[in-house]
């Protein structure tokens, strides 16, 4: 198994802000995931990142609003830009096992925007 | 369009008895089911996985079925524990065709398992 941090593991910022998560893996992995997981809701996957070329996002997510960066194989940062109340969720890092189609996730940044 | 459905969004069990979480979906693509758990605080915890070419897979106290024809699938707890008391998220997930399995989530199901 893959162990994974996030940084910082809970915020609470003001409208129009923006703040940078970011995702660290214990090992090099091919694929990053980014999921939210708003409050009542599924977990939704924002993006998947990958090492050297741009994120491909979901239908409804946009690059301008949740900026990734994946400098390398171990570490992926996202930015929630231009923050409302109703970003306010917790985001969660993930990646594939190497093996098999289980996903591992990190800890989870809480974010509750004013 | 919701594509992995968990209808009951809470389930309390007895101590000892078998807690049953169900999970519907309506995508015939996918090919490979996963359970996972997470507590208050944590990230999802991986917990277990049928493929579409079974329709059963025990480990320990975990059991899951899969009825393709239904696209119904479920978690099977046998005996319950308190310590199992926790959100549980069915998630789905076929080739997305870059060779990566994007997963698809259900909204999760409470367990509650009184002492």
């Known amino acids: 198994s893959a162990v994974i941090s996030q940084k910082p593991s809970r915020d609470i910022c003001q409208r129009g802000t923006s703040l940078t998560i970011q995702c660290q893996v214990d090992?090099?992995?091919?694929?990053m995931f980014w999921y939210r997981q708003q409050p009542g809701q599924s977990l939704t996957l924002i993006a998947t990142?990958?090492?050297?070329?741009?994120?491909?996002?979901e239908s409804g997510f946009v690059i301008d609003k949740f900026p990734i960066s994946r400098p390398n194989l171990t570490f992926s940062t996202l930015t929630v830009s231009n923050m409302s109340p109703e970003d306010s969720s917790i985001y969660l890092c993930?990646?594939?096992?190497?093996?098999?189609?289980?996903?591992?996730f990190g800890p989870g940044t809480r974010l509750t925007v004013l | 369009d919701q594509q992995v459905k968990q209808n009951s969004p809470s389930l309390s069990v007895q101590e000892g008895r078998i807690s049953i979480l169900n999970c519907d979906y309506t995508?015939?693509?996918?090919?490979?089911f996963l359970w996972y758990k997470k507590y208050p605080a944590e990230g999802p915890t991986f917990l277990i996985s049928?493929?579409?070419?079974?329709d059963k897979n025990e480990d320990g106290r975990f059991t899951v079925f899969l009825n393709k024809s239904a696209k119904h699938l479920s978690l099977h707890i046998v005996p319950s524990q308190p310590g199992d008391s926790a959100v549980y998220f069915c998630?789905?997930?076929?080739?997305?065709?870059?060779?990566?399995?994007?997963?698809?989530f259900g909204k999760g199901t409470k367990l509650s398992v009184i002492p």
């Open positions: 995508n015939s693509m996918f090919d490979y």
């Open positions: 049928i493929s579409s070419i079974k």
């Open positions: 990142a990958n090492q050297g070329s741009e994120a491909t996002y």
């Open positions: 090992s090099q992995v091919t694929m």
């Open positions: 993930s990646v594939e096992a190497n093996i098999g189609n289980e996903q591992f």
């Open positions: 998630a789905a997930s076929g080739d997305s065709g870059a060779g990566s399995y994007q997963l698809t």
